[in-house]
């Protein structure tokens, strides 16, 4: 997209992004000339940086191959994650954010406050300049920082991103992420989403080659097996929450989850499926 062709409303939103980022003058930092392509591509949708705001849909895909092969891995590296305030997404090739990992309830908290959940949609044309929408343009590694960012409400992040495609067709699948704030971001962030890719698509690789289908308990990740674990030892979505030091919200959403994964529409029902199964007895924490 050639800002030469923009009219005159998108060229006007191309120069107030330039006057936030600073390049209004000489001696204002360059912009990345892939930031300013894709600026000139959200503007031409019409988006507006200052009241953008992107659409959300509780309808997932919450067992597709992508997130079967990418949710261990996630959970497992969010671990590592601890306090810091960040985030790991994964998008389906929609833009469509279908999970959401954090490392503690307070970082969890924060990113519900940032409307950073499961549900959001994220391609340009809808948020404008963000790392899963360039990822998913390009089908390359995207990362953007700050007030990159089209819309104004996101200037105080940072964002890494890279597609997974799949190993047999090449076809893209989704986007894995890190999200954070803008002033924690680090250079090592896009190497550690990099790795994540990579696993997943091994992962995916591996599924290929086996070809069996899954009993049903094994499509829940580690993060949805302990809390219904929990659950189906009788305790509440408040009590688990405080046990596993997660935010109610989050439990909530795993437990719809589980729920859907399991086709249960009980905690009874629940409790049967997980005394079937070979996951342990007592409930990790």
Not at 19 to 47: H, K, Q, Y
Not at 98 to 123: K, N, P, Q, Y
Not at 216 to 223: G, P, S, Y
């Amino acid at each position: 997209m050639d800002e030469l062709t923009l009219d005159r409303s998108a060229a006007g939103e191309i120069r107030q992004l330039l006057d936030r980022f600073g390049s209004g003058s000489r001696t204002g930092p360059a912009v990345r000339p892939e930031i300013r392509t894709s600026w000139a591509r959200s503007a031409a949708f019409g988006l507006r940086n200052r009241t953008v705001r992107a659409p959300h849909d509780d309808e997932v895909d919450a067992d597709g191959r992508l997130h079967r092969a990418a949710a261990d891995p996630m959970h497992d590296t969010s671990a590592d994650l601890g306090d810091l305030p960040a985030a790991l997404l994964l998008a389906d090739a929609q833009g469509q954010v279908i999970e959401r990992w954090t490392g503690s309830a307070a970082t969890a908290r924060l990113m519900d406050r940032l409307e950073v959940v499961a549900g959001l949609h994220c391609r340009e044309s809808e948020m404008g300049t963000n790392a899963i929408g360039s990822a998913l343009f390009a089908r390359a590694a995207a990362v953007v920082r700050g007030p990159e960012h089209y819309a104004e409400g996101l200037v105080d992040l940072a964002c890494a991103a890279e597609p997974v495609t799949d190993p047999q067709t090449g076809q893209v699948l989704g986007v894995v992420t890190l999200v954070s704030l803008l002033r924690v971001y680090t250079p090592v962030m896009p190497v550690l989403v990099g790795r994540l890719a990579h696993e997943t698509r091994q992962r995916l690789a591996g599924d290929s080659r086996e070809g069996r289908p899954r009993p049903a308990w094994a499509r829940l990740t580690a993060a949805e097996q302990i809390v219904a674990q929990h659950v189906a030892q009788g305790l509440t979505n408040r009590e688990t929450a405080a046990v596993l030091h997660l935010s109610p919200h989050t439990v909530d959403y795993h437990l719809r989850r589980i729920f859907q994964k399991l086709q249960v529409r009980s905690r009874v029902e629940l409790a049967r499926v997980l005394a079937h199964s070979p996951l342990t007895d007592r409930p990790r924490r």
